[in-house]
């Protein structure tokens, strides 16, 4: 998984700025993603930073990437429970939840609306767009925003803001490892 497409997917993760990312790689075996997976993980896990598989398939491969501790606060919202039990998740560790996340993108070929939980976006946004029938979006950017609009705003400037300056950086030749930010050090 070369540097670039990591940072152009994942740089908000990286840099701590959000709890996940996914990006998707098209054309390889199961042994390469294996082996390259395996290295991700060796550079960013001291960082506090996991890569995974989440659907496989011989055409396209999804990975999310994504701060255990982030999204463990982010599950615990009491709104995050809520639509999670709505969904059938039976609440447990984010680990936990991430299995059955796994189980559902399996049995599915459409996302799962509460898959934005997993992604750090807000509660009252996911739950906005699970019942866009009775709710009006503001405004949209990396997500549909039912909510604040003005703070989605800001928070998409510097998800942007964050992948420009990581791409440019890893052409420069900075490592992830380099780039990626510690747990709790922003």
């Not at 506090?48 to 463990?72: D, H, M, Q, T, W």
Request: glycine share 6%; net charge positive.
């Amino acid at each position: 998984m070369p540097d670039r497409m990591i940072a152009q997917h994942c740089s908000p993760t990286l840099a701590g700025l959000k709890t996940a990312n996914l990006f998707s790689i098209r054309g390889r075996t199961k042994k390469e993603l294996c082996a390259e997976l395996r290295e991700l993980n060796r550079r960013l896990a001291k960082k506090g930073v996991r890569a995974i598989p989440v659907r496989c398939n011989p055409e396209l491969s999804l990975f999310y990437v994504y701060r255990p501790k982030a999204l463990e606060r982010d599950l615990s919202k009491h709104e995050a429970k809520r639509i999670l039990c709505e969904k059938g998740y039976r609440i447990g560790t984010a680990n936990n939840c991430i299995i059955q996340l796994i189980r559902r993108l399996k049995e599915s070929k459409e996302f799962p609306h509460e898959i934005g939980l997993f992604l750090g976006y807000p509660p009252e946004d996911v739950r906005g767009f699970m019942e866009k029938e009775t709710c009006t979006e503001n405004c949209r950017g990396c997500w549909k925003v039912y909510g604040n609009c003005e703070q989605a705003k800001k928070t998409f400037a510097k998800y942007e803001h964050c992948t420009k300056v990581y791409c440019r950086e890893i052409e420069k030749g900075r490592s992830l490892e380099k780039l990626t930010v510690a747990e709790g050090g922003h």
